[in-house]
């Protein structure tokens, strides 16, 4: 079997370092494949001390991973290692591969792409066995919620701008799937929707939800930029649940 051939499907790394402005962890290129053959990208932000914690970070549509930036860093400079990841079709992950015209109405198939980045971070001896967290923002909130309720392992998410249902990501099921785990829950309080859907969110399920709206902030992962001390409410929630 040729080297390409017995590289195909595993994680390529890559030594990168974190953008100027944001405190230098080192951060490692990986790519993973889902289980239906999707190419996915993603950013590996690691802590000075392993074995550690690790959280997910799952991006707004037709954004990227670069958008968790700052909070990746922050995670990794406390010892919480992060793994953004592009979903398909977004930075440098693989294409959708349905070509149907319905799909891109329904984006049930970027559960994969999470779901990947967990098989990732389980063959990993030094992360994921244990203590692991998501993060999600508006689309990606909704992934990391469906992701959870498939499996025990995920100890805590924090949803930022979740939606009930987003291109036919239902969540208000999912959570109560969920279960006994703790759900962190942010929006802005002129995101409507946002707003709405996490009033009805944090009564699913029977854990600690824990919700905090505020103004003019935006939606998603903006809210983080417009309003830095989010990001020290996230990186405090995942130091006290996972």
């Not at 239906?36 to 914690?53: C, E, F, K, T, W």
């Not at 977004?90 to 149907?100: C, E, F, L, Q, V």
């Not at 009805?200 to 939800?209: F, Q």
Request: net charge positive; proline share 5%.
């Amino acid at each position: 079997m040729s080297r390409p051939a017995r590289l195909a499907g595993a994680a390529v790394l890559l030594l990168a370092w974190a953008a100027p402005g944001v405190s230098a962890v080192p951060v490692t290129s990986v790519t993973f494949r889902a289980k239906d053959g999707v190419q996915i990208a993603g950013a590996l932000y690691q802590p000075s001390r392993r074995p550690a914690p690790c959280v997910i970070l799952v991006h707004m549509l037709t954004r990227s991973r670069d958008d968790w930036q700052a909070l990746a860093s922050r995670l990794a400079d406390a010892g919480i290692a992060a793994l953004a990841i592009d979903l398909r079709g977004h930075g440098s992950s693989g294409a959708d591969p349905r070509t149907d015209p319905d799909a891109t109405q329904d984006l049930s198939a970027d559960l994969l792409d999470v779901q990947a980045a967990r098989a990732f971070l389980a063959s990993r001896p030094d992360l994921g066995l244990t203590n692991v967290g998501i993060a999600g923002a508006s689309i990606g909130a909704n992934l990391a919620v469906l992701a959870a309720a498939s499996d025990p392992t995920i100890r805590s998410i924090a949803l930022l701008s979740p939606g009930l249902e987003y291109r036919r990501l239902y969540t208000e099921a999912a959570l109560k799937k969920y279960g006994e785990r703790p759900a962190l829950m942010i929006a802005s309080q002129e995101d409507g929707y946002a707003t709405r859907s996490v009033r009805r969110l944090e009564k699913a399920g029977t854990g600690v939800r824990e919700v905090r709206l505020v103004n003019g902030a935006g939606h998603g992962t903006v809210m983080l930029a417009r309003q830095p001390d989010l990001i020290s409410l996230v990186l405090e929630w995942f130091q006290r649940t996972l």
